[in-house]
């Protein structure tokens, strides 16, 4: 192995190589650790309304480095933070008034997406009664409305058509933060949301949140549906690499099993192997792959089991056939025949070892083919429909034309993850076979 290192150290190809496995592998474990699988699969179907303080299409929040204007990233206020304001006040006879004050800072240059607020109340049978007020760092006061609410209510304050016509027939988002002296850009300043609720039982409770949506969120952008883009980009890394490996891996050692096999026995059994391994071979393994995904099933596991059985009998198993026949008639493999080995003990153990200088680089090097199959299968709608991965990300962004709207952030994340699983495993795969072809060595 420590000979093995210094060769590699001085193929700068691999060397890269080598770091961007690295960045991949890193990704997949960080993937894991922080968002467990059933975490990751009910954030991406979006059950529950977790994506509900997320905007839509907002782009990642590290842009704004780049622009001159910078764009708003979204806010979010909650009653139940520890710098809100929150008061209640028992006026008698089961009563009681609570003031909530939520506050904070708009820097920006431009305006938000949306805006909206969301309660969450606690009453036996009478319903809380609120009263909101927004408060603009020049004193102006709007009133937004005046609502009775359930346990669970929201007030989207940028779909109020009353709101709309009282600020002279521009959207909330927009009059709400405009400068009178100039209103194309937005009034910079402290902001209050002022909450007045009436509750008529004596254990009832308010609380509300505001959201402020922004131009731009997290590190890697949301999509159509308010979906977090780095919960796919992180968990395709372990999907990527566990179906290339796998594949690659199971596939290779499995040809070359049936190979060395096949030319130890002959007769009968090298028959059968290449009448099968000549019908795979005219079959098209892509839309084989469709078929199972349109008749049976999308589940990537399944998609994996076609993979690797079609694999087995692919055209690398003539390669490894060709490299055994001439293993067979090496001495060492008459000796071994002749202390009485077994025809077990002489596949696994004298002759699969003498060509595995031939698999490594192999099965290294087939790892991006099934990286990208599986991608493709996704682009083309065939994807595991549960799990998040890169080629789910592709999809969605052709249907939703992510290109045409300028959310090209959505289609480069993920591709360029694709590219960096190509070149890695390529850049190493091709070193190792210099390394372990001496034949390849001087080109």
Partial sequence: MKNLWTQIKSYPSAVAGLAMILLLVVLAVYAVVTIPYDQAVALWKGGDNVWLETPRNARPAWFNFFYREKKPVTIVRRTTDEDATKTNIDLGGGVILSDMVLEFDFNYDDFPT????????????????????????????????????????????????????????????????????????????????????????EDSDVDASLVVYGQLHGLAGTDHLRRDIMVALLWGAPVALAFGLVAAVGSSIATMTLAAASVWFGGWVDWLIRRINEIVMILPLLPILIMVGLFYSRSIWVVLGVVILLGIFGSSILTYRSMFLQVKQSGYIEAARAYGAGSGRIIFRYMIPKILPVLIPGFVTQVPSFVFLEATLSVLGLGDPVLPTWGKLLHDAQNNGALFNGHFYWVLEPAILLVIAGFGFAMLGFALDRIFNPRLRGL
């Fill in 114 to 201: 949306e805006l909206a607020i969301f309660f969450t109340s606690k009453y036996q049978a009478a319903r809380p009664n609120v009263t909101v007020n927004w408060v603009t760092p020049d004193g102006r006061e709007i009133p937004l409305g005046e609502m009775t609410i359930r346990a669970s209510e929201s007030f989207r304050i940028s779909q109020d058509s009353r709101l709309v016509r009282r600020l002279g027939g521009r959207n909330p988002e927009v009059g709400l933060f405009a400068d009178p002296d100039n209103p194309s850009k937005p009034l910079k300043g402290t902001y209050r949301l002022v909450v007045e609720g009436l509750m008529f039982e």
